[in-house]
Structure formats: structure tokens, C-alpha cells
């Protein structure tokens, strides 16, 4: 390796995993040329029990020597992570060793760093007998499963301090890259004008862009509804609809992509479709965005128009296309991808006369086909049943929506309801599912995936007034889990944001590691101040995983994945059968990251054992 004739003064190590009872033995390799230190190996483990590397392959110190050895010695420590399985699998641990690599090859100090018990056979296959008759007996076995994890404080993502803003900001949309969020929303700080701004959030809850990033602030207004984002490999492009005072023909759609780095590409904008437009919203497969919006150019009751966009900001040939001009209104319209097709669904008053709105949609291609032209009908009933969502798990799509089949008044007890699509555009279930037939209105669905759990998210009056003025009720968010195979989790929803001011128009995107965020307006209506608040949620628990140790000098550093706000703990022992003692207690997680020194004693030998206090 050209690494190793670099420096031949550095001790390098080579480990592998011995075929003999599943040991990892390790042996040490002296300077370049120089031959193995010890042949055929030293043992490092040899625990009764089979043995494996972590996957991920854990490598502390990225390969290099560790800071307390860098300065005056010649002599490596290396560190191995593996897997220890008991041969009955009931027990896996997590450990870590110190190795000291010199022509002896001594290893020394196997730490259990991450633990778990996993019952016996005989006992799993009792719980899973009382569990299938209580399903067989109830059929409420999905109904045991909410969120994974409760809902996180809420983060401040559009001012630098806690406190209310008296600038208007609302309508927050929220899309990832792979790495990091991007929220965005319209927001008044100009007087006479709203503009579109946005941040940059971490995996870890950090506000990159505290102070907020300007992605369109051209004079007049960037008007309602809010701006909309969505990610196409580490590129947002954020579209919304502008107003100018020059044009007769109405608002025309605009976009803006903004890097990774929050860079605002596309300074002037780009112009995607020129006046009569409203409702602009985007979605992103492998390599190209697809906007979409309400167009009164053909007809003044309004029908979807659409237009694909390339990564490098350019509005793909033949420009804007229809999707659904049927007679009658068709209008805020909503879009999803399974990372190739598209799905549009909108709200749909060609059925007024009868029974108000109806959602209709049609799967478009990548290429541009409309597979149903005059659209499919998704959901009709009495009173109205609009502000559709789309959102895609990758082998279905579903579609959510505001449903007043159960109001006896406007606006009094709207429910969410939805139906599941597959990737042909077909509906497959024509009755369509509640999601949520909670007391009070239910308001606004927004969903999202992991690829196979899923959250729809709304905003919520139960614990309001209740009354048709939407602004004035109080409202909170709530969300619900949908589980693999479909089944909603529970009619009645789970709380997310219930702080003591309206909380509305939720939006939803899937992060990584079972994370999403959910993010939303904030108006406190006693003295009419505004935030953009941000919640994140968890589909399950993330697997506790070290991600750098070093130890020396009298001390340990250990560092984790952790969840914000979980409690967790060091112990320590000389030997596994312990006493375990403990080395720090609640340690409370601030981020998604964590790190702790502590007193490493110099002993021969010191087991430490991290863990989750529950």
C-alpha cells in the first residue's frame, strides 16, 4: 500500500476473522518489507461464541494512529469493533478493544459498548401466540403502534432567538438532499411584499441559516399559496407563484434552485409558466423536477397545468403541457414520484351541482404522458373533499385529503381521509380509507415514507373552538403512523406540536435513520406574532451505534448516534460478570450526535458499557 512506504516509521495492523470457533485473531505488521510480527496471528477474541465485524465496519480514528500516540511514540493502537452472538442467539453484544501492536501483538481492554437481551425461542413463540389470538380475537393488533419514538421539542427554524416574530411567515414546506433539510416559506419581514425565504436544517436539529436565506425578493408580492421544494440528488429547486404589477394575466409560477452549500442558483428566478397560474408544486424523480399548477390561460374555472424542469434550471421542451383540462374547475393540485413516473391529484367541482369537490388525479410519465387524460376519479362523496396530498412509498402511492362527508356545517368536523394508488394509476381500493375521524376539524393532510413506514401529519381543532374561522380555533398538529401493509395506526391520531398558540399547514419529508421532519407555521393570536417551527419524529428507534472512541491518558471519549432528548449512561467493570458501576449517568442528548470524556482507569483491564436509559 502506498500509504505504508509513506511512513515507514508507523506500525501498521492487519485483522481478520479466524475459522476456528469463530475467534478474531489479529497479527501485527512492522515496517514496510520488514514480514509479519507474529505468525500466524494473536488472538484478540477468543469469547465462546461466534464472532463477526460489525457491520458497518467500524473504523475509530479514520485508520489513523490515535491523538495520544501520535506525538512520541512509534507504536500504533489499533481499534476493532465486533459482533459477539452467543451460539443459542439470544444474546448480542457490541465490543471494543484496544489493541497494542508491538512485535508482541498484546491486545487488551474488550468493551461492551452496545447491549441487548433477546428472549428465547420458546419464549418469543409464547408472545407471539398471545399476540395472534388477541389479533385473531380484536382485529386491533395495528392498532398497538403509534409513533416509534415521541415527537421532539420544536426547533425555531425561522428566527435566530425563541421569541414570536411580529413578521408573517407561514406556509412552511419542507424537502431533503440526502444530507440535510431544506424549509422554506413565504414571509412578510419587507412591508408590502411577501417573499420567499428558507433554511437549512441538520439531521441534528441545527439552523444553518439562522437568519434565514432570500431565495426570491423581487419587489410585489410572491404570493399566496406558500412557495413549495423538492430535491433532485443534493438540489433543491423551490417554485412559487408571483405577482407582478407590469402583467394582466395574474401570477405567473417561478423557481429557484438552491445548492447543498444554501447557495441561491438562479438569482432572477425562473420563469416556468407565464401568468394565469396559482398553486404551484413540484416533485423530483432520478433526474428532473416536475411542476405543476392551477392555469386559467384555456379556461377561467381553472385547469393543472405542468412542466419539467432540468437539474441545470432549464424548462424542458415543448415547456408547459396539460394534465387535466376537463370541463369545470380543477384547482390546488398535489405531486409525488416513485423515483421515475409522477402522480397528480387535485380537487375537482365537475361534480359541484351534486356533491361539491371531488379528488381526482392521473399518473404522468417521465416523458410527459398523461395516462389519464380527463383524470380518475379517487374520492367522491357529500360536501367537499379537497386539498389533496401525494406521497409515495415506492411501490404504491397514496393519496390523502380533507374529507367533509361528516360535517353537519362547513368546516366543523372535516376528517382526513385517503386511498392507495399503485405505480400503474390505478386505484386500489375505491372505498376510500380514514385516516383520521377525530372530534373537530382535521385540516390539510401532508404525508410522507421511509420506504415503508410512513406519517400523515395534520393540523387539528379538538382542542380548540371549533368554529369555521380557521384562524382563530387554536389549532395544533397531529399525525398518524402508517404501517407496512397499509394499516393506519390509530383513528384518533397522536399529538406532535400542542403549544399554546395556532399551529397550522404541517408539511412532512423523510430524512434518513427513521427520521422525519414535520414542519409548520406558528401564529400566536393574542399579539398576531409568527414562527416557522420544525418537529422531528421517528418511524423506530435508531440502532445505537458508536461512532468514535479513544482512550489514554487516564481518560475515555466515546462517541455515539443518539436521539435529542434521550437519557444515556457509561458503566464500568474489570470484568464482564461486573459489579457494573457507573462512569457517568444521564447523560442527556442535545443532538443527534453525541460525545463524553470520562476517567478511564489505568487497570490491566476495563470493560465500559454504553447504553440507553429507558
Same mark, same amino acid.
Given at each position: 500500500d502506498a500509504r505504508l512506504r509513506k511512513r515507514p516509521d508507523r506500525l501498521r495492523g492487519a485483522l481478520w476473522q479466524g475459522q476456528t470457533a469463530g475467534a478474531l485473531p #489479529?497479527?501485527?505488521?512492522? !515496517?514496510?518489507?520488514?514480514?509479519?510480527?507474529?505468525?500466524? #496471528?494473536?488472538? $484478540?477474541?477468543?469469547? %465462546?461464541?461466534?464472532?463477526? =465485524?460489525?457491520?458497518?465496519?467500524?473504523?475509530?480514528?479514520?485508520?489513523?494512529?490515535?491523538?495520544?500516540?501520535?506525538?512520541? /511514540?512509534?507504536?500504533?493502537?489499533?481499534?476493532?469493533?465486533?459482533?459477539?452472538?452467543?451460539?443459542?442467539?439470544?444474546?448480542?453484544?457490541?465490543?471494543?478493544? =484496544?489493541?497494542?501492536?508491538?512485535?508482541?501483538? =498484546?491486545?487488551?481492554?474488550?468493551?461492551?459498548? /452496545?447491549?441487548?437481551?433477546?428472549?428465547?425461542s420458546k419464549l418469543y413463540k409464547l408472545i407471539f401466540a398471545i399476540v395472534a389470538t388477541i389479533w385473531l380475537l380484536s382485529r386491533e393488533f395495528m392498532l398497538l403502534a403509534q409513533f416509534a419514538l415521541p415527537p421532539l421539542p420544536p426547533i425555531n427554524i425561522s428566527s435566530t432567538t425563541t421569541n414570536w416574530?411580529?413578521?408573517?411567515?407561514?406556509?412552511?414546506?419542507?424537502?431533503?438532499?440526502?444530507?440535510?433539510?431544506?424549509?422554506?416559506?413565504?414571509?412578510?419581514?419587507?412591508?408590502?411584499?411577501?417573499?420567499?425565504?428558507?433554511?437549512?436544517? %441538520?439531521?441534528?436539529g441545527v439552523v444553518l441559516d439562522p437568519n434565514g436565506i432570500s431565495i426570491s425578493s423581487i419587489p410585489n408580492n410572491q404570493n399566496d399559496p406558500a412557495p413549495r421544494v423538492a430535491a433532485c440528488g443534493d438540489t433543491f429547486l423551490v417554485v412559487w407563484n408571483y405577482q407582478s404589477p407590469s402583467s394582466s394575466k395574474g401570477s405567473s409560477v417561478y423557481g429557484c434552485r438552491v445548492g447543498a452549500d444554501g447557495r441561491v442558483m438562479d438569482t432572477s428566478g425562473i420563469l416556468i409558466a407565464s401568468g394565469s397560474s396559482a398553486y404551484a408544486n413540484v416533485a423530483a424523480n432520478e433526474s428532473k423536477w416536475l411542476v405543476d399548477w392551477r392555469s386559467t390561460l384555456l379556461d377561467s374555472a381553472g385547469d393543472i397545468f405542468g412542466a419539467f424542469v432540468s437539474t441545470n434550471g432549464e424548462v424542458a421542451s415543448p415547456?408547459?403541457? #396539460?394534465?387535466?383540462? !376537463?370541463?369545470s374547475s380543477q384547482s390546488v393540485s398535489s405531486i409525488a414520484s416513485d423515483g421515475t413516473n409522477f402522480f397528480v391529484a387535485w380537487h375537482d367541482y365537475r361534480n359541484g351541482a351534486t356533491r361539491n369537490w371531488d379528488i381526482y388525479g392521473t399518473l404522468v410519465s417521465s416523458s410527459g404522458t398523461i395516462v389519464s387524460p380527463g383524470g380518475m376519479l379517487i374520492a367522491g362523496a357529500k360536501n367537499e373533499q379537497w386539498f389533496p396530498n401525494v406521497a409515495c412509498n415506492g411501490s404504491e402511492y397514496l393519496v390523502t385529503w380533507e374529507d367533509g362527508r361528516n360535517e353537519v356545517t362547513f368546516l366543523t368536523n372535516s376528517d382526513i381521509?385517503? !386511498?392507495?394508488?399503485?405505480? /400503474?394509476? !390505478?386505484?386500489?381500493?375505491?372505498?376510500? $380509507?380514514?385516516?383520521?375521524?377525530?372530534? #373537530?376539524?382535521?385540516?390539510?393532510?401532508?404525508?410522507?415514507?421511509?420506504?415503508?413506514?410512513?406519517?400523515?401529519?395534520?393540523?387539528?381543532?379538538?382542542?380548540?373552538?371549533?368554529?369555521?374561522?380557521?384562524? %382563530?380555533?387554536?389549532?395544533?398538529?397531529?399525525?398518524v403512523s402508517i404501517i407496512a401493509g397499509g394499516q393506519v395506526a390509530s383513528a384518533s391520531g397522536w399529538p406532535i406540536n400542542c403549544d399554546p398558540s395556532n399551529q397550522d399547514h404541517p408539511h412532512i419529508a423523510f430524512g434518513k435513520d427513521h427520521q422525519f421532519l414535520v414542519v409548520h407555521s406558528a401564529n400566536n393570536i393574542?399579539?398576531? %406574532?409568527?414562527? $416557522?417551527?420544525?418537529?422531528?419524529?421517528?418511524?423506530?428507534?435508531?440502532?445505537? =451505534?458508536?461512532t468514535s472512541s479513544q482512550f489514554g491518558n487516564g481518560q475515555g471519549t466515546l462517541g455515539w448516534n443518539s436521539v435529542p432528548s434521550f437519557t444515556y449512561q457509561i458503566l464500568s467493570a474489570s470484568q464482564l460478570t461486573g459489579p457494573w458501576n457507573p462512569v457517568l449517568s444521564n447523560v442527556v442528548a442535545t443532538s443527534t450526535l453525541s460525545s463524553v470524556t470520562f476517567a478511564a482507569s489505568g487497570a490491566a483491564q476495563q470493560f465500559f458499557w454504553l447504553s440507553r436509559v429507558k
Open positions: #489479529g497479527g501485527g505488521l512492522s !515496517a514496510p518489507g520488514s514480514g509479519l510480527s507474529r505468525l500466524p #496471528g494473536c488472538a $484478540i477474541s477468543t469469547r %465462546t461464541a461466534r464472532q463477526s =465485524r460489525h457491520r458497518p465496519p467500524t473504523r475509530p480514528c479514520g485508520g489513523r494512529t490515535p491523538p495520544e500516540n501520535r506525538q512520541n /511514540s512509534p507504536v500504533d493502537a489499533l481499534r476493532q469493533v465486533w459482533q459477539n452472538r452467543a451460539m443459542n442467539e439470544s444474546e448480542k453484544q457490541f465490543f471494543f478493544t =484496544r489493541v497494542a501492536l508491538s512485535t508482541c501483538g =498484546r491486545a487488551k481492554n474488550q468493551i461492551p459498548i /452496545s447491549n441487548y437481551q433477546r428472549a428465547s416574530d411580529s413578521t408573517l411567515k407561514h406556509g412552511a414546506c419542507v424537502a431533503f438532499n440526502g444530507t440535510q433539510y431544506l424549509v422554506v416559506w413565504r414571509d412578510e419581514r419587507q412591508p408590502a411584499s411577501g417573499d420567499v425565504f428558507g433554511a437549512r436544517v %441538520t439531521t441534528s415547456g408547459s403541457f #396539460g394534465i387535466c383540462t !376537463a370541463a381521509y385517503g !386511498a392507495w394508488i399503485d405505480l /400503474s394509476g !390505478a386505484l386500489l381500493n375505491p372505498n376510500p $380509507i380514514p385516516i383520521c375521524t377525530a372530534p #373537530g376539524n382535521q385540516l390539510d393532510p401532508a404525508a410522507a415514507f421511509d420506504g415503508t413506514n410512513g406519517f400523515v401529519v395534520w393540523w387539528d381543532s379538538r382542542n380548540g373552538t371549533n368554529n369555521a374561522n380557521i384562524y %382563530t380555533n387554536n389549532y395544533d398538529i397531529y399525525g393574542t399579539n398576531s %406574532t409568527y414562527k $416557522i417551527m420544525g418537529n422531528f419524529i421517528y418511524s423506530q428507534e435508531p440502532d445505537l =451505534r458508536i
